[in-house]
């Protein structure tokens, strides 16, 4: 089956920059989302197709897919960006999710 | 505003069933296909089921293929998950969530996500 790996933790300086990498088999030919989970919600669309963002989400979260991985990035960290992120992509119709970096904000 | 309000979860001997639903208001229910999403405690997201606006495709994950049923009552703005044979490791906190087309594809996304349903598999 399909995999998707995420590294379990990242962790930033208020205001620098976090590089969430994604890593699956030709992921690039793939779409891939994002979400962010805080702790006790549900999850909330960051990115789609690569390097969308919907409205309501702020301009310092984007993203980008090519080769083996997709990359989450957040520019200009801020404390409330400390949360659960998960990439998900597709693979023959089946919903396939990474498994998930905690970003932590010190 | 788009609402999705999952109920029917609680606590289930192993082997035995229950069954998921999902309350869809904020926009037009049978325009789009719909999905469930799990997340075992302390876990990560699992994708487990699909299903099209008209019920015409239906996809499950492995784990839950020939026990999980998945289906909808567009009349009813309602979701559903029928889960049979339920084992321990089936113990999550189920989320509905919407697709942005009417069938999902290579490049579907979940948005939003219900604020989900606990289901617990415990003797």
């Known amino acids: 089956s399909y995999e998707l790996t995420q590294p379990p933790s990242v962790s930033v300086s208020p205001g620098q920059t976090a590089s969430i990498p994604c890593s699956g088999d030709?992921?690039?030919?793939?779409?891939a989302c994002w979400y962010q989970q805080k702790p006790g919600q549900s999850p909330v669309l960051l990115i789609y197709?690569?390097?969308k963002r919907p409205s309501g989400i702020p301009e310092r979260f984007s993203g980008s897919n090519s080769g083996n991985t997709a990359t989450l990035t957040i520019s200009g960290t801020q404390t409330m960006d400390e949360a659960d992120y998960y990439c998900q992509a597709w693979d023959s119709s089946t919903g396939v999710f990474g498994t998930g970096t905690k970003v932590t904000v010190l | 505003e788009v609402q999705l309000v999952e109920s029917g979860g609680g606590l289930v001997q192993p082997g035995r069933s229950l069954r998921l639903s999902c309350a869809a208001s904020?926009?037009?229910?049978?325009?789009?296909?719909m999905h469930w999403v799990r997340q075992a405690p302390g876990k990560g997201l699992e994708w487990v089921s699909g299903i099209s606006w008209n019920s015409g495709t239906t996809g499950y994950a492995d784990s839950v293929k020939g026990r999980f049923t998945i289906s909808r009552d567009n009349a009813k703005k309602s979701l559903y998950l029928q889960m049979n044979s339920l084992r321990a490791e089936d113990t999550a906190l189920y989320y509905c969530?919407?697709?942005?087309?009417?069938?999902?594809?290579?490049?579907?996304?979940?948005?939003?996500w219900g604020q989900g349903t606990l289901v617990t598999v415990s003797s």
């Open positions: 197709q690569d390097n």
């Open positions: 969530a919407k697709d942005p087309g009417s069938n999902w594809g290579t490049d579907s996304w979940f948005d939003p």
């Open positions: 030709k992921l690039g030919d793939k779409y």
């Open positions: 904020g926009f037009t229910f049978d325009d789009y296909a």
